[in-house]
């Protein structure tokens, strides 16, 4: 008889452990002594990276300094004050009935992965309105809301000098989002949310009353389309390895910036030195 060959659709994930070793917890005594038998998943270490920014805000970038500061701004703290992300879906099934007219039974006929879905962030407005701004020049973009007409903030011109076309190719985000172990070195699972748009600005926000003072929360949406695969992890693993090169999480070894601008006293003699940190900002 031929031996069945298949690939690992959860190749380049965090490996299991072989848990048949153990009695864990329903039959006979819990050996509390062997510990390494309750090795829990840990929630709580999502990651997310920007791979695709629509090319028309980047061809705004490109000929307005004050848009190109948006768009780095708005792309670095989606990556880097990333908090976490609602609206994956679970896989689901559909039934159909086999009956003899007395008994019956239900059989999946059809297996369910999510399609194109809704994904929350959660973030804190900036001083200058980073997020609502960039939102706003996104759908202004898209569409003006008194005409409905499609001009990219002027990038798409009537006297044929257009710098590109209009198309959904220009219009879209892509993400990979991912979620890590414990030690944030290996993929617990990731996704690629592709064909991904903003659904919205929060211009309300702008209500305000005298006196009323508190720092403004936002639910920032996106449409989206979410793929997952033995690829996917594959890439977001190459994502994790540079972060884990560029980005310490040993307080010890982390070159605080106070430390590292700190003039030396001059009664002190030597130099002091301390470790410089993996990512600096200007």
């Known amino acids: 008889m031929a031996t069945a060959t298949v690939e690992n659709m959860f190749a380049n994930m965090t490996s299991s452990m072989d848990f048949t070793k153990y009695v864990l917890t329903a039959r006979g005594v819990t050996d509390f002594t062997q510990i390494k038998q309750f090795n829990l998943m840990e929630k709580g270490y999502p990651m997310l990276c920007v791979t695709k920014i629509p090319?028309?805000?980047?061809?705004?970038?490109?000929?307005?300094?004050?848009?190109?500061t948006l768009v780095n701004n708005f792309r670095h703290l989606l990556e880097y004050d990333?908090?976490?992300?609602?609206?994956?879906?679970?896989?689901?099934?559909?039934?159909?009935?086999i009956s003899n007219n007395i008994n019956k039974i239900n059989i999946i006929t059809k297996v369910n992965a999510q399609d194109g879905g809704t994904f929350s962030m959660k973030f804190q407005e900036r001083q200058g309105s980073v997020f609502t701004r960039m939102n706003e020049l996104y759908l202004r973009g898209i569409k003006d809301p008194r005409t409905q007409v499609k001009r990219y903030n002027g990038l798409l011109k009537t006297d044929g000098t257009s710098v590109l076309d209009a198309g959904y190719e220009?219009?879209?985000?892509?993400?990979?989002?991912?979620?890590?172990?414990?030690?944030a070195r290996s993929i617990e699972k990731a996704f690629l949310i592709t064909c991904?748009?903003?659904?919205?600005?929060?211009?309300?926000?702008y209500s305000q009353e005298r006196g009323q003072i508190e720092y403004q929360d936002l639910n920032l949406q996106f449409s989206g389309f979410p793929i997952t695969n033995p690829l996917v992890t594959q890439k977001a693993q190459?994502?994790?390895?540079?972060?884990?090169?560029?980005?310490?999480?040993?307080?010890?070894k982390f070159g605080y910036n106070s430390l590292t601008t700190m003039v030396a006293n001059p009664s002190l003699t030597g130099t002091v030195q301390v470790a410089s940190p993996k990512i600096t900002t200007a």
Request: no cysteine; glycine share 4%; charged share 25%.
């Open 55 to 68: 090319e028309f805000l980047t061809q705004l970038a490109n000929a307005n300094t004050e848009y190109a």
């Open 82 to 97: 990333f908090k976490g992300l609602e609206g994956l879906e679970d896989m689901s099934v559909e039934t159909q009935e």
């Open 170 to 183: 220009n219009e879209i985000f892509e993400f990979l989002y991912f979620v890590t172990d414990n030690t």
């Open 196 to 205: 991904a748009q903003i659904q919205g600005a929060e211009l309300s926000m």
């Open 238 to 252: 190459s994502f994790l390895d540079w972060i884990n090169d560029n980005w310490e999480t040993q307080e010890a």
